[in-house]
């Protein structure tokens, strides 16, 4: 089974302050997303990363940046926290397109860190 | 662009029953795979069912399956003899087959099965 694991499930952090979410998956997955999920508003992307070191902006990625260094692991950082924040984080990987397998185009997803910014 | 309209925020259905949720979408593209992604109460999201757009059949996995009407932009997601697991949010995604590889969501159905 394809497993997504994330830090944390619940975080608490001030207004301001630099925070980081990691995601790591176990498939060799070469595609990592990140989501932020809000009532009303579903699922809306904040970046993406089809390889190691290459990163693409998703719907709404401002306030926001991300790192792979390793191809398991996809970081999004939060340079400086802000209320608007608040919001629960969700992190999928996919494997490539080209691999032409059954469960080619299908996410895997993380169980989601809740974020509160005070 | 493409969007994804779930237009029914909320649903409830007893138990045993049959239940339909809706969703549209609009693309200019001819090619994509749409999805039904359930998200139980636990948070974990998990895929339900998956259908490509060259195929005319419906997808079908157990008791779930889907009425795919491509030309009326219409992906309506099934749930046979329901079970108080359904319970969960729903959500309707697209994604392109020659494009990137990003997903597009729908705003999610919250379906309580009612014991």
């Known amino acids: 089974d394809v497993k997504v694991t994330q830090s944390s499930r619940y975080l608490v952090k001030r207004t301001g302050e630099k925070v980081f979410l990691e995601c790591v998956q176990d498939m060799d997955h070469e595609n990592m997303f990140w989501y932020r999920q809000d009532p009303g508003l579903g699922l809306r992307l904040i970046y993406f990363s089809y390889d190691v070191k290459m990163k693409e902006k998703g719907d709404i990625p401002e306030g926001y940046s991300v790192s792979r260094e390793k191809k398991e692991r996809f970081s999004l950082i939060l340079e400086s926290a802000s209320t608007n924040q608040t919001s629960m984080y969700l992190c999928?990987?996919?494997?490539?397109?080209?691999?032409?397998?059954?469960?080619?185009?299908?996410?895997?997803f993380g169980p989601g860190t809740r974020l509160t910014v005070l | 662009a493409q969007t994804v309209t779930q237009s029914q925020p909320e649903m409830s259905v007893q138990e045993a029953e049959t239940v339909t949720l809706s969703c549209t979408y609009d693309t200019s593209e001819s090619n994509y795979y749409l999805f039904w992604y359930k998200q139980p109460p636990s948070r974990q999201m998990i895929l339900v069912i998956r259908?490509?757009?060259?195929?005319?059949q419906n997808a079908t996995e157990n008791r779930f399956s889907v009425n795919f009407q491509k030309a009326a932009k219409s992906f309506s997601l099934k749930i046979s003899d329901s079970q108080l697991g359904d319970t969960a949010m729903y959500f309707c995604?697209?994604?392109?087959?020659?494009?990137?590889?990003?997903?597009?969501f729908g705003t999610g159905t919250r379906l309580t099965i009612i014991p």
């Open positions: 995604a697209l994604t392109l087959l020659f494009g990137n590889e990003k997903l597009t």
């Open positions: 999928a990987s996919s494997a490539y397109r080209d691999r032409g397998t059954t469960s080619t185009d299908t996410q895997y």
């Open positions: 259908q490509e757009a060259y195929k005319q």
